[in-house]
């Protein structure tokens, strides 16, 4: 029976096939005259060592197999590719032929099944594309399958290069934006493994190197960070870069614990100076880090999860910081908040209260911190914690600054025109220290008010002057030349550092409220409060201590010579006339 077959098939392939064959091979080489069509078939049908000429030198390869697999037809220029020769497979099962290459041998088994299916496949160097089609006789039974296979090698190897290409960054090789959003959809995608961490890394003033030493040497510089980190992380993560100084490094599979293992290594890559022009160069980034461990996150809400905490980390010079709801300025709560914001420094809505500072030594009150408060309509009171570091995200901390400064401004002079003498304290921000013409607006405002610059106090932490201490340190000498003093905040909670101190006009410090809060009960924050307070005696500067909510500590403060109390212990931030009524109430103010 199987000879018969055999004649059966070899017989309909001089005739059927080998016309379709050459059918294909016309459309193939796109001859698109059909009347070239017509007259070629014509001419070729004639005669049959045509078919077979044209056969041996098709850019592709026909075989046929029959139900068995074994190939009875196989033709083609395309079969030298595969240093074979036709002859060589007649009569041989592909099954033998090709049995080093399941993925082939299984397609065959569904062509002979009854499917028709393409399947491109590697056969050594080379690519194929492979188009199976069964073949059936009269009874609807296959008996067989027709191969069409074209070597499609430089096709595939140009596509791959076009591919690297849009995916890989041309500087340093990693893996660019678009390959990573690849890898973490499959990454989130696995079924079983949905942790993954995002990190984000910004390299801190990398500007400066590209403009001091030209964008090759920054492009070098860049090319080692690379390479360091593709050293300090393990085989399944990927570190790619996504354009400027910005690096990222997935870590699949890491949660929070991982993530910071991982960070000691990441943090190494940074240790060691990085060369220019053999001038060592320290180098220092900040990483924002999101996580995930849900099927629902995908790329964009993981990168700028990362992002958000990243600006932070460089915000607050703190290396590195995990992505919380709380952080970001997005969120849809934040996001309603933002847009109220504006509203509210427009209408007015905003109201500032007023906390007293007490001399620990006579109990008279010479000064006031103003704070300020928002009571929204729908979102009731919202601490400034909350809604101050939005204004400074979003550029709003300038107008409301300025609010709060005439509001304190306009407030002061009117007790002083009252008898009521006050310095006024009020918070400014980072960006504030960057806003040249705030010396100006402070200066009109104290003069449309008729007060007196002495009256008033402004505070800034150390943070916000050490962001760019030069144009800081330009900023708070011209208010301070005005006659305006200056209180450094919050001292203690950042560098803490006495060096920068004397390069800045200060007159005060104010001892941040948590080593205040616990001096009564950790010797160590004891320690921290009564030498921060000796040194600032020292330097001739105020002494104020924040936080105060007892007794105890009022009196202990007082044994340390510190200038100063503020707290609930006396008082909480209250609007004015409140104020101005504990005042009287409590005879501490100076009536003149
Ligand atoms: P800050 O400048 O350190 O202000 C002192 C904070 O400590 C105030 O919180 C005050 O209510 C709180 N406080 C005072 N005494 C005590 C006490 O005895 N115990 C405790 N636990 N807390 C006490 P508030 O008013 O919520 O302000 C928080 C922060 O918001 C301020 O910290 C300041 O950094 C910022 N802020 C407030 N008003 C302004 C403003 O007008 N402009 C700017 N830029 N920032 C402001
Ligand atoms: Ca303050
Ligand atoms: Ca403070």
Redesign the pocket.
């Known amino acids: 029976m199987g000879l018969i077959h055999l004649e059966f098939i070899i017989e309909a392939l001089s005739g059927l096939i080998l016309s379709a064959l050459l059918l294909h091979l016309i459309v193939t080489l796109r001859w698109h005259s059909p009347r070239f069509y017509k007259k070629s078939i014509t001419l070729a049908m004639k005669n049959e060592k045509y078919y077979r000429t044209a056969m041996k030198n098709a850019p592709i390869i026909l075989s046929v197999i029959d139900a068995k697999g074994i190939f009875i037809f196989s033709e083609g220029r395309g079969i030298k590719t595969l240093s074979q020769d036709a002859d060589d497979r007649i009569g041989r099962s592909i099954f033998n032929v090709y049995k080093d290459y399941p993925g082939l041998l299984s397609a065959t088994r569904r062509a002979l099944a009854g499917e028709t299916l393409t399947i491109q496949q590697d056969i050594g160097p080379y690519t194929f594309d492979a188009q199976m089609t069964p073949m059936y006789d009269a009874k609807e039974q296959v008996i067989g399958v027709i191969f069409v296979a074209l070597d499609v090698t430089e096709r595939v190897r140009v596509e791959q290069a076009l591919r690297h290409q849009a995916c890989y960054d041309f500087v340093t090789g990693l893996p660019n934006q678009i390959l990573l959003r690849e890898r973490v959809t499959q990454e989130l995608q696995t079924q079983e493994r949905t942790n993954l961490a995002l990190l984000l890394l910004d390299l801190d003033h990398f500007q400066e190197v590209n403009d001091t030493f030209g964008h090759q040497q920054g492009d070098l510089i860049l090319q080692q960070v690379g390479q360091r980190l593709c050293h300090a992380v393990d085989a399944s993560a990927t570190v790619g870069r996504i354009g400027g100084d910005e690096f990222v490094i997935l870590l699949p599979g890491a949660d929070e614990e991982n993530v910071r293992e991982a960070m000691v290594s990441i943090y190494h890559v940074f240790d060691l100076p990085f060369l220019i022009e053999e001038f060592p160069m320290h180098i220092e980034a900040s990483i924002g880090i999101a996580l995930s461990s849900t099927h629902e996150t995908d790329f964009s809400t993981l990168f700028r999860q990362a992002d958000v905490a990243m600006y932070i980390a460089k915000r607050k010079h703190s290396g590195y910081i995990f992505y919380q709801p709380e952080l970001d300025p997005y969120t849809p709560r934040r996001l309603g908040l933002l847009g109220a914001l504006r509203a509210a420094i427009a209408d007015n809505e905003l109201a500032l ?1 007023y ?1 007293p500072q007490i001399d620990l030594q006579t109990g008279i009150i010479h000064s006031v ?4 408060r928002w009571n929204h309509p729908d979102y009731g009171c919202v ?3 909350q809604f ?1 570091p939005l204004a400074e995200q979003t550029g709003l ?1 300038q107008p ?2 300025i609010w ?1 400064l005439e509001e304190a401004i306009r407030q002061c002079a009117n007790w002083l025109q009252r008898g009521i003498q006050l310095t006024i304290s ?4 980072t960006h504030n220290l960057h806003e040249a013409d705030l010396p100006t607006r402070i200066a009109r405002l104290l003069t449309h008010y008729a007060l007196p610059a002495r009256y008033l106090c402004v ?1 800034v932490t150390e943070s916000a002057v050490m962001t760019d201490i030069g144009q800081a340190v330009e900023i708070l000498n011209q208010i301070s030349e005005m006659g305006i003093k200056i209180a450094i ?2 001292f203690g909670t950042g560098y803490s550092s006495l060096a920068y101190l004397k390069h800045l006009p200060v007159n005060e410090l104010k001892i941040d ?1 948590f080593f205040v ?1 616990q001096m009564i009960t950790d010797p160590i924050d004891a320690t921290i409060v009564q030498s921060t307070v000796k040194m600032a005696r020292d330097l001739g500067l105020k002494v104020v201590a ?4 007892n007794q105890e500590t009022s009196n202990l403060l007082a044994d340390y010579a510190c200038d100063c109390g ?4 006396w008082s ?2 209250v609007p004015a006339l409140e104020l101005e009524l504990w005042l009287v109430k409590t005879k501490s103010v100076v009536v003149v």
């Open positions: 209260y906390q911190e103003a704070l300020i601490p400034p914690d101050i901390i409301l600054s709060v009020v918070n400014l921000s505070e905040d919050d409220r809060k924040e936080g105060v909510e503020q707290g609930y212990f909480r931030p």
